[in-house]
């Protein structure tokens, strides 16, 4: 199984509160894994990505972090979020053989 | 370094007409190329992919895509849109410059409109 549970599916926070996401995986261990966002009509950017626990590359600087407390968990945070973290978070999970990703249902965060 | 264009940001066809989404690339390396298919809300669910085999890739829901190297494209094709086709297409290039460490570059994607 390549399961990705994402939650929560959507959440509405007001501008500096914290944010915690999390990400779960099933399936074979030791995944790498991602996170992406999707902001409106600019694609997706990856965040950050992971190649094992604790292990975390950060692909763009901004006030959010990652991090893989557990093989198969991914959690993005943030201590106080701002206007522009508003966006769809999409956590995948990377095959190392074939390169394929698979991702998770997402969560639409709007920061207001 | 590698990076994708998606020639067009919007696609609108008939229900039944044939669909073609442009996709070209740039990659240091042989690449490998994905497309991704996402429906509004919704997570990014793989078409097909090309990894230096076949060079015409068959994939889910009756697309197939071409990767012809002399042109640096890897469009993406389907004889008959329906209606459910109607989504955000995304090609992708795979960065293995990393080893296991691999990443993937997106193109802006494609949103394809199927009208009745």
New interface residues.
């Given amino acids: 199984s390549q399961t ?1 549970h994402q939650w929560p599916a959507t959440l509405v926070q007001p501008v500096g509160s914290p944010l915690s996401l999390e990400c779960t995986v099933e399936g074979t261990s030791n995944p ?1 894994l991602y996170w992406y966002r999707q902001a409106a009509g ?3 950017q ?1 965040l950050f ?1 992971s ?1 094992g626990i604790g292990q975390i ?1 950060s692909e763009v600087p901004q006030n959010l972090s990652a991090s893989r407390p557990q093989d198969r968990q991914f959690i993005l945070s943030s201590k106080k979020l701002l206007l522009s973290d508003s966006g ?1 978070y ?1 956590c ?1 999970r ?1 095959d ?1 053989g ?9 969560t ?1 965060l709007t920061v207001t | 370094a590698q990076s994708v264009t998606q020639l067009d940001s919007h696609v609108s066809v008939s229900e039944g007409t044939p669909v073609l989404l442009r996709c070209n690339y740039s990659s240091s390396y042989s690449p ?1 190329l ?1 497309w ?1 298919v996402q429906h509004p ?6 078409l097909l ?1 090309y ?1 230096s085999a076949a060079t015409l890739v068959k994939g889910i829901n009756g697309f197939e895509a071409e990767f012809k190297k002399s042109e640096t494209s890897f469009h993406l094709t389907k004889p008959s849109a329906h209606m459910s086709d109607a989504a955000e297409y ?1 090609c992708v290039v ?1 960065d ?1 410059s990393g080893g ?5 570059t ?4 494609t949103l394809l409109t199927v009208n009745p």
């Fill in positions: 990705i790498n600019r694609g997706l990856l990505y190649v590359s769809f999409l995948a990377g190392r074939t390169y394929e990703q698979y991702f998770g249902p997402g639409r | 490998s994905f991704y809300n919704k997570g990014l669910q793989l992919k990894t995304f795979i293995r296991s460490n691999y990443k993937l997106f193109g802006k994607g």
